[in-house]
Every structure is written in C-alpha cells, then in structure tokens.
C-alpha cells in the first residue's frame, strides 16, 4: 500500500498493488445502506414482537424452547381463532338445523346445500368403508345410489335404518330343499329379475310357495307383507325378487343358489351371508353412540339425495 | 490501462448521494409531458364517474364482481386478464423498439409524481441554486416553514393517491362515507397508508434512484433498443469539439462544434445525465434536454437539433430503415391484434349464465329396480346478469331419457354459482352403447325479456356389454 496517493483526486480507496493497479470506490447507493439498516432494524423488532429467537436450555424454565415474543401470538392460537371463525359460520346453519326435520331441511335448498356438504364427511367417516364413497356400494353391502330399499327409502325409514342399525335374517335351506329344488328355485329368481316378476317358471312358484318363502318375500315375490291404508309397507327387509338389483352381488344363479341354501345372518350355518349395519343411535347395542341424532339426521339428507330417496 | 481507469474516472454513477435539482425549462416537450401526465387525472377523478346509477369502473374484491361500465366480469372471465396484460407487455416492448423509453420519459407514474413533487419544490424553495442553498443553510424558522410546508403537501398529495386507488375497489360513495369516521376496514386503512408512505417515499425521496436501481422495467426496456431506435440523443459530430461563444469571434470561422458547452442539457436532466455521452442506462428520454439545448441554439443563433429524437442509425449516417420494414414492429403488432381481438370477443360474449356439468364418478352409473340405468350430474350454474334468475334445464341425448331434479326452475342469484343434482335415467333397452353423449341445456329469460341460454356436452353411462 502506497504511503502516499499517486492519483490525487481520483476516487480509489487508498489501495495499490504494482504502482498503478489500484481499487476505485463504488459505494452502494445510499438509500441501499438505508434499507440495510432498516430491515435490521426491522430484523429486532421483529424478533421482539414475535415468536423467534432459540433460547439456551438453562435459561428457559421449561428447558429449551425460544423467546415467546412479547405479542403473545403462536400458530396453534391462530389456527384457534380460524377454526373459531369457521364453527360461527356453520353455528347459523346448525342452529337452524336442530330445529327442523329432514324433510324440512330437503324443502330448502340452501340449507340442503350445507347438509350435503357437511354430511359427505361424516358419510366418508362412518359410512363409506360399506357402502363405498358415493353410495355405489361393494359386494355384500347394499348400493345405496339406486331406488332399492329393503327397508324403504324415505327420509324416516332411513334415519330408522342409521339409528337402529338392521339385521336381517333368511334361513338356510341346505337341509330343507333337494339340489333340483333349489336349482329351480334359483333359475326362477334370475327369470324373475330378468323380466321384471313377468317371466317367473309354474315351478319355481310352486316352490317359492311351497317352502314358506312367501312368508318374508310375500305373496308377490317384491318383499312386501302387506299394505298399510295410508301408503306405506309392512316388510321384514326381505329382498324384492321382482326387480333387477341383487343384494348379494353378483347376482345371478351361482349367487342366488348360495343364499338359498346357506341364509343370511345365520350363527350356526357356516357359509351363510353376513349382513349387518350396525346401529350409530343412542339406542341399545349401539356402536356407543356414535352419531348425535342431528348428525344422522344429516346423513339422512345426503343418503336420501345420493339418487333413490323415496 | 490508464485509459480504462480514465473512462471509469469520468463515467460517474449516480448512486442518491446528492439530490439532483433539475432546472425547469419550457419548450414543446415540456409541453408533452404536461399532457401525458394530464392523464393520470383519470386516476384521481375516474371512481366518480357513474354509470346505470353505479360506480362505472368498480373492482368489487369482496364480491367478486368487477364492473366495467355496463358489463360485469367475473372471476371466471380472467382469462381476459392475462390477455390484457399480455396486451400491455407488449404495447411497452413497440414503443421502446421504436422509442426507447418514452413510457418512462412520459407517462410513468415515478416520472410523473416526481415531476409534480419537484414542481411543487420549486414553487416553495426556489430554483435549482435556491435549493441548493436552502438545503445547506442552518435551520431557522424560515426554512421550518418551507419545509414543513413543502412535506405536508407532499404527504397531502400521496393521501390523495391512495384515497383515489382505494375509491376504485371499495367505491368512491362509501369510501368517503366510511373512511373519515372510522367506518372501513383495516385493508382500507392499511392500502391508505401503505399508499401516502409510499407515494411520498418514492416521489419525494427517491426519485430518480428508483429509475437506476429498483425499477425492473427500465432494465427491461434497456435491452429492447437497437441502432434504429430513435432516443434523444446529441449529435457528435455536429457538436464536437465543444467550446464556448468567443467575444469577437466570426461564426463562419470558428473552430469549434455547435455545442456551446453550456450545460444546460445537464441541467435539466432530472436524472442527472449528461446526454453528450451518448445514450445510457439514466436518460429516461423525457426529451427535456432537447427543449434546453434547443433554447440555447436559438439564443446563439445555430440550427436547432444538436440534441434531438434520432436513432443511431441515423447519427453515423447510415440509412434509417423505414418502420414498417422492421420484423419486429410486424411482429409484435401481431401479437398485439392477437390479444386485443381477444379482449373484444371475450367481452362481447360474456354471457350470461355459464353452465358446467359434473359427472359423479362414484359410482359411474347406478342399475334401478326397473332395470333402467341412472346417472347422477351436479350442474353448476353461473349466474353472471345482474339480476337473480330462474333457471330450466333440459337434457338431450341420442336415445330417450328422464331427466329428475330440474322439474322447477332452478333459483340462481346474480354473481353466484349455484350447485344443483340432476339424475338422467335410460331404460335398458334403449341403451345402445356403453357412452352416449349428452347434452344439457340452461335456458332462462333476463328481465328485458331476451332469452339466454348455455349449453354443455357431457355423457351419460352405463354397464359395458
Ligand atoms: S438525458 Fe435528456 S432525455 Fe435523458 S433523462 Fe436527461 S433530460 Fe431526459
Ligand atoms: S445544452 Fe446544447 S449547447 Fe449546451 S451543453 Fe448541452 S448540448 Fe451543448
């Protein structure tokens, strides 16, 4: 470094290397100093006013951690504040829906709206591990998109059906029927299903009357005992015959044979078939109580618009 | 070596440290740039404009809607938007191809607040010298109450900014309403304020070091130049070598170039450049140097021109290319109809009701009792009219079908989408193929009387065979 500058009035910096090779001054511009300093500043106040700096172990009485800032703000207590704001928005439509029916709720269509969005989550929750995410069902468990019921379909059956749960029950007919019986009798329910009840073979009737079928299937082979003056059936959640929609799928011989001769819902019979919806009521043997009745009167709502209400 | 550290001595950066005071003169582009500025008056007055008995240019963000004059678009039309922008990237890359820099020389927010903020300066503190002198003179109450002064009229004017870009979003009517009584809310505030600040940070301070440093579009609009743009530029070989008027000495003889070496151009520069070494990254073209120099050459009796619009091209004496023989200004005024016919169609057809369909996956089709086969839609309908409608809809498709759900017109209020669930359902026999297409239409009839309608093509379901 040269003792004494050799370019006076030139802006270098005072340093020198092999007599003329020297560094010029190029400061930054001002108002960059400026905001350097700024955001420093910016920087601390920050770091005062919020959550931020770590704390050594044995400065903190809990042990480690970091400076809480002197505003008092955390995510958890934000996050707080946003599930508070939602839970006021849904607390207006709730509070309206507690007072009302499901029928009511479906005569409105805003708050159907919120019905069904709300209760697609709890259907995801409770409901579709059986019956599948929209309703389409899965082999064993009932579609519930279609205009299918055994237990019918209307907004109160429905609720009865969540609430209540429904086991039904068919014996097994292994020991009752030949195999030729029940091969008849398993064609007949596919020539039934095919033509709507039109094309059912003299036979398989005579069984199907024969072997008490009609007890449960009644006299018209569509699931119905009887019917009540003001409309609605009287049934024990026997399968209409008539119709084209298998309970158990696939459907057809193979899978009509085997419910005939092993039941449904039968302890002691080793192949029978399983179907139980569990009851999510308050009522007894319920999964304990798992859903609030303005819940499955939700449910009710969304099942009932998934495509075969009644 | 020398001659590099030479250049670096003299090429000064202007990095803030000194405020420039530029001289004010007038001439014809002084002139201009009054009338280019003159149209930010829009800025401050358009919000009052009414139209149908509303603010005639509203971006309503709470709502959704923004309202240009008699039509609303919603956040559905945006497409418009990038098309808009696309629309004005490119109007800025023609006119500095052509032009250089003449948004910033003009029209620019920065040069135009600046230009009113130092206005103003002069009107109070004097000129160029007078500032000077005032900047460095002790404080007393003389210089207190200029500059008290001078910064509330500042902070005034940016209130002023950010009053008038808050009224285009919230309404002119309610803001002032609303705003002087503690009516708004906080983002109205926050805007206000973050507006004031800014408008008298910027303008008032920074000026011109905003231009050099933090402006991304003077970088861009740097390297969009060539040899046959036309700038304000000093003709060098006309000008040079420079010197002063000589008492006594004959105008026919001289030695000396036009340039009269005054520096005035300099002077009026209110970027600090000198424009005699050449064109560089400061000159934002406001032209002003020309009218300075211009004054100067009529003065000492010269042609007038020694600073002037040319291009490069033209300076060294090569031949100028006549503009429409350039690629470029080709292509980017194909761009330029491109997006704008774009803008034109998207406005003249917004409709007014946009329907969307949604088929339900889950399942894809359901079997009924009767063997038919059903298909579950959620149709989501637009309403984009100002008024709440009742809409039909109706369903075709090849073959026979009911269509449940859309017995009673659908209620839609106006700015809303409203969801519906629709079933179509095919009988067995009539279904010919594992997909048919169908389509749906929403028919409604707006309060004029006129019907409208939208269609959308979905398909409908059903088992493979
Ligand atoms: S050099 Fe001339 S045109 Fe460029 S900014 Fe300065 S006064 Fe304006
Ligand atoms: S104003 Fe014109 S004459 Fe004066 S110094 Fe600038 S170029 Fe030269």
């Known amino acids: 470094m040269a003792e004494h500058n050799p370019f006076p009035g030139e802006n270098n910096t005072g340093h020198f290397w092999d007599d003329n090779i020297r560094e010029l001054n190029n400061p930054p511009p001002q108002w960059w100093m400026i905001a350097l300093w700024a955001s420093l500043a910016w920087f601390i106040l920050y770091g005062i006013l919020y959550p931020m700096f770590p704390v050594l172990p044995w400065q903190s009485q809990e042990g480690g951690g970091f400076t809480k800032g002197i505003l008092g703000w955390s995510s958890i207590k934000e996050y707080e504040q946003g599930v508070e704001q939602v839970e006021e928005v849904r607390a207006q439509y709730e509070d309206q829906i507690a007072g009302m029916s499901a029928e009511e709720i479906l005569d409105d269509p805003g708050l159907t709206q919120y019905t069904l969005a709300s209760a697609k989550v709890l259907f995801g929750d409770y409901c579709s591990a059986c019956h599948g995410s929209g309703g389409q069902g899965n082999p064993g468990y009932p579609v519930l998109a279609d205009d299918n019921w055994l237990y019918g379909g209307s907004l109160a059956k429905i609720q009865e059906s969540i609430t209540n749960g429904r086991k039904g029950a068919m014996t097994a007919h292994k020991d009752i029927l030949t195999e030729a019986e029940a091969d008849t009798l398993a064609n007949w329910v596919v020539e039934m299903g095919e033509t709507q009840g039109e094309g059912g073979s003299e036979a398989g009737w005579k069984l199907y009357n024969e072997k008490g079928c009609n007890a449960c299937h009644g006299a018209e082979a569509n699931g119905v005992l009887a019917e009540l003056p003001d409309g609605s059936i009287v049934t024990v959640g026997a399968a209409n015959l008539r119709d084209s929609i298998w309970r158990f799928r696939p459907g057809g011989y193979e899978s009509a044979k085997h419910t005939i001769l092993y039941g449904v819902n039968q302890p002691a019979v080793e192949q029978t078939r399983d179907a139980v919806m569990p009851a999510f009521g308050d009522a007894a043997g319920s999964l304990d109580g798992k859903l609030e009745p303005d819940q499955i009167k939700k449910l009710a709502v969304y099942v009932h618009s998934l495509g075969g209400g009644q | ?465």
Request: with cysteine; hydrophobic share 45%; aromatic share 12%.
């Open chain 2, 1 to 465: 070596m020398d001659e590099l550290y030479a250049e670096a001595h003299h090429w000064e950066v202007n990095t803030g440290g000194e405020t420039i005071h530029a001289k004010r003169m007038p001439g014809k582009w002084r002139r201009i740039k009054w009338l280019a500025a003159s149209v930010w008056l829009i800025f401050f007055l358009g919000p009052y404009v009414q139209w149908n008995g509303r603010q005639a240019v509203l971006f309503d963000i709470p709502n959704r809607q923004y309202h240009l004059f008699g039509v609303t678009v919603l956040p559905q039309d945006f497409w418009m938007l990038s098309l808009l922008l696309l629309f004005f990237a490119i109007l800025l890359a023609v006119a500095t191809a052509l032009a250089g820099r003449v948004y910033c020389g003009y029209f620019c927010f920065q040069t135009v607040w600046t230009d009113v903020f130092t206005w103003i300066e002069e009107r109070l503190e004097g000129s160029p010298p007078q500032r000077r002198k005032l900047d460095k003179a002790p404080v007393d109450a003389r210089k207190l109450r200029i500059k008290v002064l001078k910064h509330a009229i500042w902070l005034v004017i940016g209130f002023l900014t950010g009053f008038s870009f808050v009224a285009w979003f919230y309404g002119a009517g309610p803001l002032w309403r609303d705003f002087f009584v503690g009516g708004a809310n906080a983002a109205v505030y926050a805007s206000v304020a973050l507006f004031t600040f800014g408008t008298y940070l910027l303008a008032g301070w920074l000026r011109e070091q905003v231009c050099f440093w933090l402006c991304p579009y003077a970088r861009i609009q740097g390297v969009m130049l060539d040899k046959s743009t036309v700038v304000p530029a000093y003709d060098v070989t006309r000008g040079e070598p420079r010197g002063r008027v000589k008492k006594g000495e004959i105008e026919e003889t001289r030695t000396t170039g036009d340039c009269v070496d005054c520096n005035q151009c300099v002077a009026v520069c209110p970027t600090g450049v000198d424009i005699r070494n050449g064109q560089q990254e400061g000159c934002i073209t406001c032209g002003l140097c020309i009218d300075a120099c211009n004054a100067v050459m009529d003065k000492v009796g010269r042609p007038r021109g020694l600073i002037r619009y040319a291009s490069l091209d033209e300076l060294e004496g090569e031949s100028v290319k006549p503009m429409l023989l350039r690629p470029r200004v080709w292509v980017y005024t194909a761009i330029l109809a491109l997006a704008l016919s774009g803008i034109i169609y998207g406005l003249s057809t917004l409709a007014a009701i946009e329907l969307k369909v949604l088929h339900e996956r889950a399942p894809l089709y359901v079997q009924l009792s009767d063997g038919s086969i059903q298909n579950k839609y959620t149709l989501k309908i637009l309403n984009k009219s100002e008024t709440d409608l009742k809409v039909g809809i109706s369903a075709e498709a090849p073959v026979p079908l009911t269509l449940m759900g859309a017995e009673e017109p659908i209620a839609v209020k106006h700015g809303e989408v409203t969801p519906a669930i629709v079933f179509i359902k095919i009988g067995r026999s009539d279904l010919d193929g594992e997909r048919l297409p169908v389509t749906f239409v929403a028919t409604t009839q707006l309060p004029d009387g006129t019907q409208v309608s939208a269609e959308r093509e979905n398909a409908f379901f059903g088992p493979s065979r």
